[in-house]
């Protein structure tokens, strides 16, 4: 079946430190890939996503790549600011048949301390 | 307003009532996705409709569990004989249509859902 594993939390980070935050997946077929988050408070926002291998999905200084050879779909940030403090969601879609549902992680919490 | 809605934002009852939670989507979106979100754990996915109809009730976990959208815009997630377990956020969300990979979805919110 499908799913997603992500690193678990909480991930807590100076300002201006570089971030990684890991995601695998399994599926079958040629899923697209997401990475959601979820301020305090909010509700949950597309922060980027990618649609096939070897895409790179892009927003707000955060970056990921979609590596089919390896399953993974990894969240970075080259400098993280006390305001990226969040939970980080990795998702997957799966398209044919009926279905349209996004499968995610756990989800990984992100404290960046000043 | 221009976001997804939900209504209540947060719901106490007890063991064995009835509750029903209510999603206003996007206008003009065709496509309304129920999740369920517990403590510590990613959202779940449990119906999707398009239009008025429910293409994929898979996740649903029981017959306790059911969910309308009678004229294609706000639907009802609606729950019978509440239990303890089913204690957690429940988010709604809409898009543009169904089976494009463009088509993003739109959360609101969350009714955070207390079964004592």
């Known amino acids: 079946g499908n799913s997603v594993t992500q690193m678990e939390g909480p991930v807590t980070l100076s300002e201006e430190a570089f971030l990684t935050i890991n995601c695998t997946y399994t599926a079958t077929g040629y899923p697209s890939l997401f990475w959601y988050v979820q301020y305090p408070g909010e509700g949950l926002q597309l922060l980027l996503k990618?649609?096939?291998?070897?895409d790179k999905g892009s927003n707000k200084g955060f970056e990921a790549t979609y590596r089919k050879e390896t399953t993974s779909f990894h969240l970075e940030k080259g400098s993280v600011q006390v305001s990226d403090s969040a939970v980080y969601f990795c998702a997957l879609k799966n398209y044919g048949g009926a279905t349209n549902k996004l499968i995610f992680g756990t989800g990984t919490l992100l404290a960046v301390q000043p | 307003g221009a976001g997804v809605s939900q209504t209540p934002s947060n719901k106490v009852t007890e063991k064995g009532k009835y509750v029903e939670l209510r999603c206003d989507p996007i206008?003009?979106?065709?496509?309304l996705y129920w999740y369920r979100q517990s403590l510590g754990q990613g959202p779940e996915f449990l119906i999707y409709f398009q239009g008025t109809g429910a293409a994929d009730d898979s996740g649903l976990p029981n017959d306790r569990f059911f969910a309308v959208r009678p004229e294609g815009s706000v639907s009802t997630l609606k729950i019978q004989r509440t239990e303890r377990g089913d204690s957690a956020v429940y988010l709604c969300?809409?898009?543009?249509?169904?089976?494009?990979?463009?088509?993003?979805?739109?959360f609101g919110p969350g009714t955070r859902l207390t079964v004592l």
């Open positions: 969300a809409s898009s543009l249509g169904a089976l494009s990979s463009y088509n993003e979805q739109f």
């Open positions: 990618a649609t096939k291998a070897d």
């Open positions: 206008s003009g979106h065709t496509a």
